[in-house]
């Protein structure tokens, strides 16, 4: 592989000019395209098969008048006041007959007759509900129903929405991300030693990104997706463009150190190297990625494919584009000789020492590690997922202040509404309303119930709904306990002839978490021995696969122990801005397992292979330990620092989604990066010795020779009169 990329970087550095112009104009095409016919993208997690699904499904077919979208307004009278005043009340009225009228409302509770006014008559809620999904309601309804509150709001009343046809968009692109930017421009400064090197890698980041993340806008409007999918492609194919060019570059200028090197060939060999270690390291990435495919779940499916897709673009730009560049510039990335006291500073100091002072007592350092990550992880245990509710939105936002409203009028159960819906098909007519009278006492009648609903059949009486209130919120484990519950009434409704299902946002959010929860195990195994494979084949060894697995389930459990301190038990709160204390996203374990096992395998190629590198030239395994720490040390750290920077940015992005990925994925690469690849693996690597690098026999015949440290390039000398060779055949053409 390293021979074939010095080829190829040879020849993309003697065409740069048609390199780059081929990017610039497929930027120029893709950005046109996701820019002017781009789709729509989602809020809702849907999962088919799952049972609160399968009620929607029905409730289409059925009864499509309660199938659409829900505005839910909820309203407050100031303090002292209420809602039955003769002037608020008309207020209220006229501005709900306004709401009737907004495109796409089909109906509109009256607050009065609903009974859905608090105790001491100050809050209410009337639902409005739309013709279409509440995915599909557009924009301009929203406003348009916003603004049908005027008069209420002119009256003194406070008024807020929330429901599944008010979900807040995903946006990117605010101060944080942009600090992140900036944070990962100065590591790189300081990294390479140069301003002109440091932008190189986010201009070429960013020309990759781009395209990716606008393929992916464009590609919406044929494959349905969540808004998160864009942000996540965003997220990772920032953070991988960067740490690829960074490789290449810091390789290059290493090289360049010695005034001899050519910089072409110095060029040319970075990319047969280091390039060699992003193209596997981007495949460990990619293939991580894709393989959420397994989970079933199409949501998460296509969300890894649009990120995989942004990562597989980063390597390609990495070992075409980023060749092109360093050949447009040349000379002026050759670095200056640092001296020093009148001598030259040896490269990689810092990284020999850490090194040095690692390997001197091994043993002590692994078990230390190891207790400090089981001890991160330990929260974990208590690990709950769900999908954030209201709760976790910005207290500004009025998703939020809806949210706190209904909490303080009704109690918290009217934020996690569950809905059952009946199919009575199979119930003869005679039967039915005893049927459904009979489940709704039963509903009623449960210890976790506050209120169960008169129900509300379709036209022919073939399917009725029944509103059941909790009395805890939607984030509660005691909700989902009342789930559970509840669905036990099937067998009772099924003797019957007829069909029981528990839906609503609060039941689906369970039944998403549950689907994971269950996929898990199986993706995890998937993971782990990809990475054996991966590694048996870049490295010829197999105790490093198991060493590196082994460090990489370690960064993952103490990554979501700390993703459970943070967010589920309510710690740093007010630090990171977090409304509310809640589950941890349902599809957050699988997305942190699947991109941190890519990066963590990055670390692992680029570390390990300088290690390789030198016991293949001098056949010292604990020398090689630490001079692989001295030459890859430096820019694995800054390499790590760029990724922190840049998802930490995501941090204190407003959607709760994205600020726990961004959270969980900034710790656990730093944990990873200088926990385990820094300070566990030189450790466990001079415990193993020179059985590192062993492999039997039978199993090297069979493992193919990927050659990712470039040891069988041709001597610089060799080089040199090749080249000679071909401008000679040139010159005779």
């Given amino acids: 592989m390293a021979s074939r990329l010095y080829n190829w970087a040879r020849w993309a550095i003697r065409r740069r000019g048609r390199v780059a112009a081929v990017w610039l104009l497929l930027l120029a095409v893709v950005g046109g395209l996701g820019i002017t016919l781009h789709g729509k993208v989602t809020t809702e997690f849907s999962v088919p098969g799952i049972e609160s699904q399968q009620a929607q499904d029905v409730l289409k077919e059925k009864f499509p008048q309660a199938a659409g979208g829900v505005a839910r307004v909820v309203f407050a009278a100031p303090e002292g006041q209420k809602l039955t005043a003769p002037k608020t009340s008309a207020a209220l009225e006229a501005s709900l007959k306004k709401a009737a009228r907004v495109s796409g409302v089909v109906d509109v509770a009256d607050p009065f007759k609903s009974r859905t006014v608090s105790a001491d008559q100050r809050i209410g809620y009337a639902d409005v509900r739309f013709g279409q999904q509440a995915s599909d309601v557009s924009q301009e309804a929203k406003d348009a129903l916003s603004d049908a509150m005027a008069q209420a709001r002119d009256a003194g009343l406070e008024v807020e929405f929330g429901g599944s046809a008010m979900e807040p968009k995903t946006e990117v692109g605010g101060p944080a991300e942009i600090v992140g930017v900036v944070v990962a421009f100065a590591v790189l400064a300081l990294a390479l030693g140069s301003l ?73 060999r970075a990319v047969a190297t280091a390039g060699g270690a992003v193209v596997f390291a981007g495949a460990t990435v990619i293939i991580a990625l894709a393989a959420l495919a397994v989970t079933g779940i199409p949501f998460l499916t296509v969300m890894g494919l649009a990120a995989a897709a942004t990562v ?78 209201n709760a ?41 309303t005893a049927t459904v009278t009979e489940l709704r006492t039963a509903l009623a009648g449960d210890r976790g119930v506050a209120v169960a609903a008169a129900p509300v059949t379709n036209g022919d009486s073939t399917l009725a709904v029944i509103a059941v209130v909790p009395k805890t919120g939607p984030d509660a484990q005691a909700t989902t306990d009342l789930v559970h519950r509840l669905r036990e009434n099937a067998s009772t409704v099924q003797k019957a002839g007829g069909t029981l299902y528990i839906a609503g946002q609060t039941a689906a959010a369970i039944d998403v978490a549950g689907k994971l929860s269950d996929a898990l195990p199986l993706f995890i195994a998937i993971i782990v021995i990809l990475a054996l494979i991966l590694l048996t084949i870049a490295f010829r060894s197999l105790l490093v696969p198991v060493k590196a697995a082994l460090g990489f389930l370690l960064s993952v459990a103490a990554s979501l122990g700390a993703t459970v301190w943070v967010f589920q038990d309510g710690h740093l709160n007010g ?22 096992f890519g990066l963590a395998m990055d670390y692992e190629v680029f570390l390990v292979s300088r290690m390789r590198e030198h016991y293949e030239h001098a056949g010292d395994a604990a020398e090689a330990v630490t001079q692989g720490m001295a030459r890859s040390g430096r820019v694995v750290s800054a390499a790590a620092l760029i990724m922190v920077a840049v998802f930490g940015g995501f941090v204190f992005n407003h ?74 055949a040139a010159s005779v053409r």
């Fill in 655 to 728: 959607d709760p989604i994205i600020k726990s990925i961004g959270f969980a994925l900034a710790f656990g690469v730093f944990v990873d990066a200088f926990v385990v690849r820094m300070t566990l693996v030189p450790a466990a690597m001079a415990l193993l010795g020179r059985r590192a690098w062993g492999l039997p026999g039978w199993l090297d015949r069979v493992t193919p020779d990927v050659d990712i440290e470039g040891a069988k390039l041709p001597g610089r000398a060799a080089a040199e009169e090749e080249e000679v060779e071909r401008d000679k």
């Fill in 196 to 268: 002109v090197a440091a932008g190189l890698p986010l201009l070429t980041a960013l020309v990759g990104v781009a395209i990716g993340v606008l393929g992916v806008e464009f590609m919406t409007r044929y494959v349905e997706m969540t808004s998160t999918a864009t942000v996540l492609a965003l997220m990772i194919g920032l953070a991988v463009g960067i740490d690829y060019a960074l490789f290449i570059i810091s390789r290059h200028r290493e090289q360049l150190a010695d005034p001899d090197q050519d910089v072409e060939d110095s060029i040319a």
């Fill in 312 to 389: 597989a673009l980063a390597v390609l730009v990495a070992v075409s584009l980023v060749p092109a560049a360093l050949g447009f510039l040349g000379e002026r990335l050759r670095p200056r000789a640092r001296r020093t006291e009148g001598r030259e500073r040896a490269p990689g100091a810092w990284g020999l020492a850490w090194g040095r002072a690692v390997t001197r007592k091994p043993l002590l350092v692994l078990l230390a590690g190891v207790i400090g990550l089981l001890a991160l992880a330990a929260p974990a245990r208590d690990l709950r997922l769900g999908l954030p509710s």
């Fill in 575 to 596: 630090v990171l801005d977090i409304p509310s204390a809640g589950p941890v996203t349902s599809f957050l374990p699988v997305l942190l397992i699947g991109v941190l």
């Fill in 392 to 432: 976790s939105q910005p207290v500004d936002s009025t998703q939020h202040k809806s949210y706190d409203l209904l909490t303080d009028g009704f109690g918290p159960g009217f934020n996690a509404t569950l809905t059952a819906v009946v199919d009575l098909d199979g119930v003869p007519a005679t039967d039915r």
